[in-house]
């Protein structure tokens, strides 16, 4: 391979993502623990992946499920102890592991000592530590909430007559990075960590963490498109900057950060290396692809179109083509699974169309990260009652429906489809009642669909499981540093069936072919010249390749070729 590559361990990594709530309970609470990540270790090993990211474990009072931290130096008590965590970190090390923590620290929670100090006085130390109105200046700007009833992030408090900014809960008070104080204990934390031995920070809504402080009227073309406008604070990249001097610059680390409303031309101003800020970031063109991201969030839009789906991610592969890098996702705890929302769950559709996702994430250049149950090809749960709910987001959401006289059954409709909690039920580890998540009632309801075969057990002996698929699959990235460092070429771009790509690496060239289409398709490529196609893996039995560069895949079909 050349040298010039510029290799790091982060770009040939690939990600697993846990939500420790949902992935294994030992203690018989219903809740996931540290304890379970712990138990699980050898079989994420056995995945073939190089690098957890945890969401947050820190302590919290989980008004939305630990992304309210009230102790960044404590973990949840629900989730264990300090021990506990060393204990893990000291089982990935020992395992050539890599662990990721979440940093959030665009808000805190309202429980944090910081916040309780700030809203006691207003010439109390703390009080700069977070964004207060004065209600003698009037009714703050609007300012749009993404968890609120009311949809409102200012919070009037009687007790200082001011109003608190929190773009999310009115529990996540946002932070005020203005004050060196706050930046100076936000670095002293994740130093704190490093020391520990974590290998870095994947960074919550890291694109909203500076404010326009004079707080003006949202500019008309942002009014309830509000996220593009978070996201572009005046100093974000001199605070990203000096993070990464003070404190990410001494480590061989890890960042991703999740930049909501970040455009394709603000990518390189975050991960140009030359400007030492991060390593990557997830941008949200893919999940606002069918989904509306303003207000009311997540609400459906048209029905997606592939040819949309390849442009996204050949326009974001472009931009990191020479400088940066990216990142590869379909689903997350944010997201429904993907297998659901961009493949077909249905019986007949769901193996290939499962795998064939997974050979499209482990063939494209950034760094793929996968999140827990995606390898065994785990569904939406698709609720029927609110009731069944647990995420803020829904049950807020909900209330506002609500108060407005909406329409809520079109309303539990849309949420089958877009609430986070598809995405957050217990991991399906085999047949039995919890699907060995736990042996008391989940916090969560487990999908009954663990007793049809998407669970591991059922899958670990079966030649023919998506898990299965999934390791070999790994495996065909490791061997074939091509697929994460190669250049990327779109081919058929204007089909809507079928997915086809390059990738090329001095003198080896890749075809990969993906099959979006629930018929038998044949396809020709000849874009591009070869001779010899001889298959590396395809997730189905292969025909004959015809002449002329003809190509026959079956419904959702998968295939990687090596030409020559
Ligand atoms: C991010 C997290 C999400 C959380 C929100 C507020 O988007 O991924 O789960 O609710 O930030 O912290």
New binding site residues.
């Given amino acids: 391979m050349k040298k010039d590559l510029n290799r790091h361990w982060w770009k040939e990594g690939i990600v697993y993502q846990i939500y420790p709530r949902s992935f294994q309970d030992t203690t018989g609470t219903g809740i996931g623990d540290i304890q379970g990540v712990i138990k699980r270790l050898d079989y994420i090993k056995g995945l073939g992946v190089d690098i957890i990211w945890l969401n947050p474990v820190y302590e919290s009072p989980n008004d939305?499920n630990g992304?309210d931290i009230s102790d960044y130096r404590n973990i949840m008590q629900e989730f264990g102890t300090m021990a506990d965590f060393d204990e893990l970190l000291a089982g990935m090390k020992e395992r050539d592991l890599k662990l990721v923590m979440d940093l959030?620290v665009?808000?805190t929670s309202d429980e944090h000592q910081w916040f309780e100090e700030s809203r006691k006085s207003r010439d109390n130390p703390y009080r700069d530590y977070y964004h207060w109105w004065p209600a003698e200046k009037g009714i703050p700007p609007k300012r749009w909430s993404y968890f609120d009833v009311e949809g409102s992030a200012w919070k009037y408090e009687e007790i200082t007559d001011a109003y608190y900014l929190h773009y999310?809960s009115v529990k996540?008070p946002d932070l005020n990075w203005e004050n060196p104080e706050v930046r100076k204990e936000i670095y002293d934390l994740m130093q704190f960590w490093f020391e520990k031995g974590v290998d870095g920070f994947r960074m919550?809504?890291i694109s909203f963490i500076s404010k326009d402080m004079n707080f003006p009227e949202l500019p008309e073309s942002y009014k309830g498109k509000f996220i593009p406008f978070y996201s572009n604070g005046p100093k974000l990249h001199d605070y990203l900057h000096e993070m990464n001097q003070s404190v990410l610059k001494k480590y061989d680390v890890m960042t991703v950060g999740?930049a909501p409303g970040v455009s394709i031309e603000q990518a390189l101003e975050f991960v140009d290396e030359d400007r030492e800020e991060l390593n990557m970031f997830f941008h949200f063109d893919l999940m606002e692809l069918d989904r509306e991201a303003g207000e009311p969030f997540l609400m459906a839009k048209e029905p997606w179109k592939l040819t949309e789906f390849k442009k996204i991610h050949s326009a974001w592969d472009a931009v990191f083509a020479e400088k940066g890098w990216g990142s590869m996702f379909l689903n997350n705890?944010?997201f429904p699974r993907s297998v659901s929302r961009w493949g077909n769950d249905s019986r007949t559709h769901w193996y290939n169309s499962a795998t064939m996702l997974q050979t499209f994430l482990l063939s494209m250049r950034g760094t793929p990260f996968f999140y827990y149950g995606e390898e065994i090809g785990m569904t939406n749960i698709r609720f029927e009652n609110i009731s069944e709910y647990q995420d803020i987001?829904t049950i807020n959401r909900y209330k506002t429906e609500e108060q407005r006289g909406g329409n809520l059954v079109k309303f539990i409709e849309n949420e089958k489809d877009a609430s986070r909690d598809n995405a957050r039920t217990p991991m399906q580890w085999d047949t039995s009642e919890n699907a060995g998540f736990s042996e008391t009632k989940p916090w969560l309801k487990v999908n009954l669909n663990h007793q049809e075969g998407i669970n591991v057990a059922s899958q670990e002996g079966k030649k023919n499981s998506v898990l299965n698929y999934f390791r070999q699959m790994v495996q065909v990235r490791k061997d074939h540093p091509t697929l994460v460092y190669g250049s990327y070429q779109l081919l058929l771009q204007s089909d809507e069936e079928v997915y086809a790509y390059s990738r090329v690496l001095e003198n080896m060239r890749y075809l990969v072919l993906l099959s979006f289409s629930t018929k038998k398709k044949i396809k020709t490529i000849n874009e591009i010249v070869f001779e010899k196609a001889e298959l590396v893996i395809s997730n189905d039995e292969i025909y004959p390749t015809n002449q002329n560069n003809q190509f026959e895949l079956m419904p959702y079909q998968a295939c990687i070729y090596k030409l020559s």
């Fill in positions: 939305d992304y959030v665009n808000h999310f996540q919550d809504v999740e705890h944010d987001n």
